[in-house]
């Protein structure tokens, strides 16, 4: 198999990016790993590189800063974009990137191209759960709005996709909502409920947000603007008493005694906490595999989401999702 | 001025309810309370009552299992319902419920009424934030779905509420959003936005979940949906960590010790996290002053609550809302 990563897209790429592809070719002798960039950037760092490591050049880049739609038209010859179009026209069977979001979901659907079947292609993070085990949270990407049958897709996307990539073999799906009651929430979440209800997945009903930590369910269906509200409101929470804590805790000389006894149980919550842990976030429903990883990726974050492309593609993800869906299709 | 008790609603009424009337009544000697509720259960719990304390008998109520709407129009006789029927014919200035929020919600608009001019009456609690000084959210109350007028009117009656009943002069307010440029957002923020900015307050613009919490705003405006996902994520986030602290903190004798020291810290961090140390919610946009108290409320917070209502009555706040609305619909 061959698996693109976008080497210029991050807050620390190319280094962090040529880290994580040499690892990751390293460790995986089945995969073909093609570095996407500017090959007199990356030549420099690939010492002792190994056969299944290349570099496909491409000249130009997408920063953090472009208007995304503006970026993936004009700049054809960027990174990103080249690296979408090599899963496009079959030439990677992935791509990872973790430059900028917007792009990448333009890049998503302009080059890679939306799976028959699939409205509105999702991004799909790990939220931290405090059992470690984490919940797939679509949609979190650019799509603020959502109809009821985009929510319903999610569902069955995201069951798809933790059943292929993470072996769970009846991923218990929730709705994001305001009470349990089935009746519950807004006209969104009312219309979404019963086309849940009728998917071939695990539905468990409406989850409340503050079940969500304490892992309610293995998908989580959320329209965008929803979304974020609740992993921004959970990073902000978390984020905010760790620096209280750390505050009261070195109040004194006997606070901070105390304190360096607990710092490992406090280090390991936070670890917990820390969506960015928890690996890539797939872009569902394009007619390709695309990872995108967080901004702050380090070479261990490439690598592991270069893990989590392998075994997509082992499990044969795509194909499953446009089998599932085009199933679905017919049916109706 | 007089002051009407939901003596029956709550959790632990009609005991809280009446110990803090008792309690109000002794300090704000002005106020007339007036406990509304089963005379044969409440009297017994009238020991040394002042004189501006007194009961107006209702026997029925309305409990948390039942249906709002239905029990608000059948149960014609339930205290909650004839509080609501005091305020309307200005036999009280104000009423106090800590019973069923979707009846108390039916019983502002159906019993008390709207106020002229204003299509959603917002529930308003406050949200803990770090600084201690809280934010008035609005809404979190029985409207899931909102318009964009809905939100504009929401930003004034909240400016309104700081400005009377805490003192401040020019109450901040922010949009809750999913970033803070003006053109962020879902289809009804998008539209919302302009709005605030002509109304006549401190608009601060689009306010990210997570800078809720550190005080980014001092009225947050937001649909039902939205603000329920983040005061229940903020409370699952928080009660959640503390859960998995407690935890790690009692694994071992040398933890133990460790936590005793910084257990003060842990505990203030806790009170200033937990919004139902915040008070009661106003229930703004109707033609006279309800208050919700917390379902939990003991006789501390429902004296609180009578506070606040004191307060809002002796500074004139719906006269205050109710010039504002109607000078604004002229301006229209």
Redesign the interface.
Known sequence: MRIAIDAMGGDHAPKSSVEGALAAAREWSDANIILVGRKQDLEPLMINAPSNLSIHHAEEVIDAEDEPVKAVRRKKDASMVVAGRMVREGEADAMISAGNTGALMTTGLLVVGRMEGIERPALAPMIPT?DGRGVLALDLGAN??AKPEHLAQYGLMGSIYRQKVHGIAKPRVGL?N?GTEAKK???L?KAAYPLLEEMPIEFVGNV???????GACDVLVC????G???L??????????FS??KQ??T?SL??K??????MP??R??KQ??DYKEHGGAPLLGLSGLVVKGHGSSDGEAIKNAVRQARVAVQSRLTESLSEEISGKRVAE
């Open positions: 405090l603020m709005d994001l305001v929430g807004n006209e979440t409340e947000a503050r079940d969500v930590l304490t329209d965008g603007f929803a974020n509200i609740l921004k409101t959970l990073e902000g929470t978390a984020g905010a008493m209280l804590l009261e805790f109040k006997k606070n005694l105390a304190a360096a006894v607990l149980s406090m390991g919550l917990t906490l």
